[in-house]
T-cell receptor
Framework: GDSVTQMEGPVTLSEEAFLTINCTYT??????LFWYVQYPGEGLQLLLK?????DKGSNKGFEATYRKETTSFHLEKGSVQVSDSAVYFC?????????????FGAGTRLAVHP | DTGVSQDPRHKITKRGQNVTFRCDPI?????LYWYRQTLGQGPEFLTY????????KSRLLSDRFSAERPKGSFSTLEIQRTEQGDSAMYLC??????????FGQGTRLTVV
């Protein structure tokens, strides 16, 4: 079945460091891909998305490119801040021809230190 | 509209008791989802409603679990005869055609 695999955490970085969180997926058809973020004590929030191959999603300095050839959707940010500390989830919506059920990876915790 | 609202935020119950959670979606959203998230894991899909119709149930949703969405507005998730393995965060999300899912803050269930 469809699945998402993301790198295990925690990822610990100093402020202004470069961030990469790897995400690969297995899916039939043409899924849409998402990154959600969960800040401490808050609900899941959509960070960015891409709906077809070679699309780049971006938001708040974060970017991810939908790579069909490598089935990947790696999250990157050029300069992280302490406020980026959170758990990041990669997810996909299968091509089901209907609604947008999400399949999530296990999450990667990011800790950014001053 | 303040987003997806879930009630209660926390629930502690004794094993064997029944519990019910409520989700109020964003008002114009016709799609509603329930997910379960255990510690250190991503959310797992439980069930989906389009308006009042329950269109999909995960195999994770045992016979002790039941969800309803009367009148296509708020939804309830009931767990009967709770077990310790039911301890988790229960997340509700809503969406509309061609929009992403918006999540509530969840209900944390602890079964003792």
């Amino acid at each position: 079945g469809d699945s998402v695999t993301q790198m295990e955490g925690p990822v610990t970085l100093s402020e202004e460091a470069f961030l990469t969180i790897n995400c690969t997926y297995t899916a039939t058809g043409y899924p849409s891909l998402f990154w959600y973020v969960q800040y401490p004590g808050e609900g899941l929030q959509l960070l960015l998305k891409a709906t077809k191959a070679d699309d780049k999603g971006s938001n708040k300095g974060f970017e991810a490119t939908y790579r069909k050839e490598t089935t990947s959707f790696h999250l990157e940010k050029g300069s992280v801040q302490v406020s980026d500390s959170a758990v990041y989830f990669c997810a996909l919506t299968p091509f089901s021809g209907g609604y947008n059920k999400l399949i999530f990876g296990a999450g990667t915790r990011l800790a950014v230190h001053p | 509209d303040t987003g997806v609202s879930q009630d209660p935020r926390h629930k502690i119950t004794k094993r064997g008791q029944n519990v019910t959670f409520r989700c109020d979606p964003i008002s114009e959203h016709n799609r509603l989802y329930w997910y379960r998230q255990t510690l250190g894991q991503g959310p797992e899909f439980l069930t989906y409603f389009q308006n009042e119709a329950q269109l999909e149930k995960s195999r994770l949703l045992s016979d002790r679990f039941s969800a309803e969405r009367p009148k296509g507005s708020f939804s309830t998730l009931e767990i009967q005869r709770t077990e310790q393995g039911d301890s988790a965060m229960y997340l509700c999300a809503s969406g509309a055609t061609n929009t992403e899912a918006f999540f509530g803050q969840g209900t944390r269930l602890t079964v003792v």
